[in-house]
Structures are given as structure tokens and as C-alpha cells.
């Protein structure tokens, strides 16, 4: 894994613009620690920072094609899991390959496929290919959006970046937000609309679609999307191929020649991920696999069952552990780093957050990083095959509003009144947006066709902001986190499952736990649901709560200007009266205070002006 960026200006000579190329190459130095790279030319600058995992002296960025009247150069963020069939299929128009890194498969691929390469990858990516001799760029993100690429495009040019930081180090972006940016953060926040970067002018590639660029010409368009089509497979058949499917997910995702550890929360898909992992490398000769989980400083004294979180992971990680022989490390976080990590988590991901959600995956991943490059984790899963509360609560699933933030009350009470005119109408044509794009059939049930419009509302919307997640606080360490349940192949499959197949015996994932029966312990199999763990020390409430009293003295903090300090001060005083989440099931009142925190350090980190 990666970070990449790119400036393209058909009006003038950028090769010499070394003090705006080195400020762009600089917000990447985290994502690629182990070297960078650098393609100028006097329309085009591509900038390549490296995280080695494959082939390091064959795998350099960015990447060169000279041949037959062709010259492309290409940077790329992401890994390939089909490496191996499309080498094979490369090589018989008798291309010869110099190493074995799949960013040289990829550039080949480009070369004998041209565009339609993109229909033959299977992998998590992001990457941009200039052709110098048509002077075009072809800009390509994964088809779940795993791997982040934002973009600003203008009048003969565009600008391009894994980071929105990368994009705002060029001069001629301005740090402005108007009234949608503001939506962005309190209606949606920190769910983004697909596409969107916050910023004004500011805009993300959507997972499944490319962006073509030459002179007076920009089209964007999507290469994947999601289509309904008949099941006919019976459940016992389904079963089976969910199991090959997933199996074959993460076999491939394994592959590195740095070293490979598993998350383990002791749930079930972690769990999934590290048994198969764990077999595949006995099978392979490589040892025992090293498995780690997390946990916060005294959490055991205060845990308290939730009907979103009913019970600690702690038993299950050791039963899951010793099931599978892995050597098991436990990261215990203190509640005081975690507060203090919260600036760190918004500087990885550019924008407010998921609070401490986010800032302890960043610690966590920091951890690890001290002993492997690669981790594989368990991610998406429960948006695919209905793990949440909300496909199984039909009073929840029939409403017409995003189920992780099902009310606005809070959010308004949280803006002072009259900063946003039509935050209500905001978010609806987004919900609708996606709800009105999601492909049925004219044989689909009431319930078959909601739950497809779930299916699109979780995996574009919810999904994104976990994705989002590890990836900003997994590269922000330099550790690369892959996430074998996003595999495209599982996705299609899992979108045409009816409702009764998917949520066989009545249970959330039912489908998964029969298809994973022999693979697991009982125990693992048919445990209940719970989420990341978060702290439920109350020194981090008495933390967030200190932290969000400065910024409501802070006379030049601009967050202080927009922020109902009634409420605040409410929140601060009566946490346990906060009614819903604000975001999903884990973001309670001592994360709306951490939200409100990380908002006004990125206010102040970017110098953010209002429209």
C-alpha cells in the first residue's frame, strides 16, 4: 500500500513547480514511509510514496511503459489478489516480466487491455496512468472503494490525491466550506455523501468509477456497479459457495513478503478470517499465526450490556485463540492517549471522525506496526449478509432515513440555529439518491426489495466510513490492513441472496455461521453481535468533557461560533440522557464531545473559512 498524487495542467509548465510538489509528496510520507518517486513533465507531475510489501527492488514508483509508439507512467495505491491469472493471461501475448510485483501486472494489464483492465482486477486499489504521447490521464478507483483517491478538477487541469490533505497542500485550493460542508459534518457526520470531499471544490472518486482526462475533455464513469439478478441456488448451495467464496477471499489476501498478522476481536468474521489464515499457513509451512485484539485500561469494571453491545470479547478471543494455536498479543490503550490521539486521528483522516472509534484503531494499528507491515481484518460483513440490529427491527427497517442516525433532533440541537437553512431536505435526497439507484427485479417481495435498498444504504454510505476509517488510521501508521469481506465477487453474491436464505435460522449473518460450520468453535459460530470495543471508563467522559469546555471559552475557536454551547454544557452534565447514538452504536455522548473536539482541531489545522 501506498500514497499517490498527481497535478495535470494542460496550460502550463509544471515540471518546475518543485516547492508545490514536495509540499503534495509530503502529505503521503505516512501512507509510504519506505520510499518515494517522482514523474515530471511539463503538463503532468505524478508522485509515488512507497509502503513496501511485494517485490521491493521490481515494485518501484512510479512505474514506466515504452513501447510500440506507447508511453505510459503509472502510480498506484492498493493491492492486486488476482496477481498470478493475469500474469498468466499477460504473458501469452508475450509480454515479459522483469519482477513479480503486482504494480508491474498492473501496468501490463493496461498496456494489453487498455481500459477494460479494470473489468479483470480483483483487489483493493487506487491509481492513475498518464499517457505522455495521447496526453491523457486514466484515474481508477476499486470497486468498493477501499482504497480513497480525491480529486479538484479546474479549468485545463486537475489536481489529485490519496489524502484530501494532499489536495489542500496546492495553492490553488482554497480551505473553504459553504453550506453543503457544513451539512457534510453535522447532518452526515462522519458518514460523507459518496463523492464528496467536504471541501468545497473538493470531490472523491466513487468506488467503481474512473476518471479520463485530456485536453477540453473530463468523463467520469462508473465501470462496476451493483446488479440484480435471479438466485438460483437452493441453501444448500448457497451455503457452499458463500463458504468457497469467502475461503478464497482471504487465501488470496495472504499473500506478502513482509510479515502477515490477523485482527481478532473473537466475533465472528475476525474469527472466520483468522481460522482459514491460520490453516492456510500450516498448510504452507509458515509457522504459527500472530493474531492481535484490543482493549482499554480498567474496561472490565465498567462494561455495561447494551442491547447494541451485550457482552465483552475477552472469552471468546481465548477460546478463538487456542482453537487455532495462534500466538495472541493484546493491546491495552490508556483512556488519556486515547484522548490525546484524537488530533492524530483527525490528521490521518483530514476531517472529524468517528472520535475515539477512530483513535483508537490508530493506536492500535501503531502497535502492531512496531512488529508487521500487513494485517488482515474482518470489516463488511455485517453491511453484506444483515449483522446490524437495523435489518432485523422492521419498525427501523421500513423507515425512510439512514438507520445508523435515524433522527436529527441531536444534531440540530447541536448547531446553533439558523447555520444550516435545509438540513433535513440535505440529507433525504441523499438517503432517496440512494435508495432510487438500487437495481431490483420485478420478482423481488416487499422485503426482498427493502432489503436491496439496505444493502446499497450500508455498503455506499455506512461501509464507506469504516473503510474510511482503516485505511486513514492503518496507513497513518504505515501498516497496510486488508479487508478480505469486500471482495467483489462476495458483494454480488451476497446482493442477490433473499432475505430468508441470508438471515437463515432467523439470525443476523445466519447464512455466514452455517456456510463456516467445522471452521469454527460453536461458541464463535453462534455468538451474539457486538461491536469494536470502545472504552466505557468514565475518565475518558471526564476527558472529552474538559476538552469540550476549552473550546467553548476559546474566543478564536470557530467551531465555538457555530456549536449550541447549551447543549454542550447539556451533554456534559447528563450524558446518560442522550436518547440515540449519533452516529451508528457506538457514538453516545462521550463521542459527540470527542466529534465536537476533533472539529474544531481540524478548523484550526487547515485555517477552514466559511462560505
Not at 508511453?71 to 504473458?91: D, M
Not at 494499528?365 to 440490529?389: H, M, N, Q, W
Not at 485505511?471 to 504505515?478: E, F, T, V
Request: one cysteine or more; hydrophobic letters at 35%; proline letters at 4%.
Amino acid at each position: 500500500m501506498c500514497g499517490i498524487a498527481g497535478w495535470i495542467d494542460f496550460n502550463n509548465k509544471i515540471n518546475h513547480e518543485e516547492k508545490i510538489i514536495k509540499a503534495m509528496r509530503d502529505t503521503l510520507v505516512r501512507r509510504g514511509p519506505d520510499e518515494g518517486g517522482v514523474f515530471k513533465s511539463q503538463k503532468a507531475v505524478l508522485v509515488h510514496r512507497r509502503l513496501i510489501v511485494i517485490d521491493p527492488e521490481n515494485g518501484k514508483q512510479p512505474m514506466n511503459y515504452q513501447g510500440n509508439g506507447r508511453n505510459y507512467t503509472l502510480v498506484y495505491n492498493g493491492e492486486l489478489y488476482n496477481t498470478n491469472e493475469l500474469r498468466k493471461e499477460i504473458e501469452a501475448f508475450g509480454y515479459e516480466f522483469k519482477g513479480h510485483s503486482d504494480t508491474e501486472v498492473l501496468l501490463a494489464s493496461y498496456v494489453c487491455f487498455g481500459e477494460s483492465c479494470v473489468d479483470k482486477l480483483n483487489g483493493i486499489y487506487a491509481f492513475a496512468i498518464w499517457d505522455s504521447v495521447k496526453e491523457e490521464l486514466f484515474v481508477v478507483r476499486d470497486r468498493m472503494g477501499v482504497k480513497p483517491l480525491f480529486y479538484y478538477d479546474y479549468d485545463g487541469g486537475v489536481i489529485f490525491g490519496s489524502q484530501i490533505s494532499t489536495i489542500l497542500s496546492h495553492p490553488r485550493v482554497k480551505h473553504v466550506i459553504d453550506e453543503n460542508g457544513l451539512s457534510e459534518l453535522f447532518m452526515l457526520g462522519p458518514g460523507r455523501t459518496p463523492g464528496c470531499g467536504v471541501i468545497k471544490g473538493v470531490k472523491e472518486l466513487k468506488p467503481g468509477e474512473y476518471l479520463k482526462l485530456s485536453k477540453g475533455n473530463m468523463k467520469l464513469k462508473y465501470y462496476w456497479t451493483l446488479k440484480a439478478k435471479e438466485h438460483l441456488d437452493d441453501i444448500e448451495t448457497t451455503k457452499e459457495r458463500t463458504r468457497e467464496l469467502i475461503i478464497d477471499a482471504i487465501e488470496r489476501q495472504l499473500i506478502s513478503d513482509v510479515p502477515l498478522c490477523c485482527f481478532l476481536s473473537g466475533g465472528l468474521d475476525s474469527s472466520i478470517i483468522s481460522a482459514i489464515a491460520s490453516k492456510h499457513y500450516e498448510k504452507e509451512g509458515k509457522g504459527r499465526l500472530t493474531t492481535y485484539s484490543v482493549n482499554y485500561t480498567d474496561n472490565d469494571k465498567y462494561f455495561t450490556k447494551s442491547m447494541f453491545q451485550p457482552n465483552s470479547d475477552e472469552v471468546f478471543i481465548d477460546i478463538m485463540s487456542k482453537f487455532i494455536n495462534s500466538e495472541h498479543r493484546n493491546i491495552e490503550l490508556s483512556n488519556v492517549d486515547l484522548d490525546i490521539a484524537l488530533e492524530g486521528a483527525m490528521e490521518a483522516r483530514d476531517l472529524p471522525g468517528m472520535a475515539d472509534i477512530d483513535s483508537s484503531l490508530l493506536l492500535f494499528c501503531r502497535e502492531i506496526k512496531k512488529d508487521f507491515t500487513v494485517g488482515v481484518s474482518g470489516e463488511c460483513a455485517d453491511e453484506l449478509f444483515g449483522g446490524y440490529p437495523w435489518y432485523h427491527n422492521e419498525k427501523i427497517l421500513f423507515e425512510e432515513n439512514f438507520p445508523w442516525s435515524r433522527t436529527l433532533e441531536l444534531r440540530h440541537n447541536v448547531l446553533k440555529s439558523g447555520i444550516i437553512k435545509n438540513g433535513d431536505d440535505y440529507v433525504l435526497e441523499r438517503y432517496l439518491g440512494t435508495v432510487k439507484s438500487t437495481d431490483k427485479l420485478s420478482t423481488d417481495s416487499a422485503l426482498d426489495s427493502r432489503m436491496r435498498e439496505m444493502f446499497m444504504l450500508n455498503l455506499y454510505w455506512f461501509m464507506q466510513t469504516l473503510l474510511d476509517r482503516k485505511d486513514r488510521m492503518s496507513m497513518y501508521n504505515g501498516l497496510e490492513v486488508r479487508v478480505p469481506f469486500c471482495d467483489h465477487n462476495i458483494v454480488e453474491y451476497a446482493y442477490n441472496m433473499p432475505w430468508n436464505i441470508k438471515s437463515s435460522e432467523g439470525r443476523e449473518k445466519g447464512i455466514v455461521r452455517e456456510a463456516m460450520e467445522g471452521i469454527l468453535p460453536e461458541e464463535i459460530l453462534w455468538r451474539k453481535k457486538s461491536p469494536y470495543p470502545k472504552t466505557h471508563n468514565p475518565i475518558y467522559m471526564n476527558l472529552v468533557s474538559e476538552g469540550a469546555r476549552k473550546i467553548l471559552n476559546d474566543k478564536s475557536s470557530l467551531a465555538a461560533t457555530l456549536i449550541n454551547h447549551d447543549t454542550i454544557n447539556g451533554i456534559i452534565e447528563n450524558p446518560n440522557a442522550l436518547a440515540q447514538p449519533w452516529y451508528g452504536q457506538l457514538m453516545r455522548a462521550p463521542q459527540v464531545l470527542a466529534y465536537i473536539i476533533q472539529l474544531d482541531l481540524w478548523f484550526k489545522k487547515f485555517n477552514i473559512d466559511i462560505e
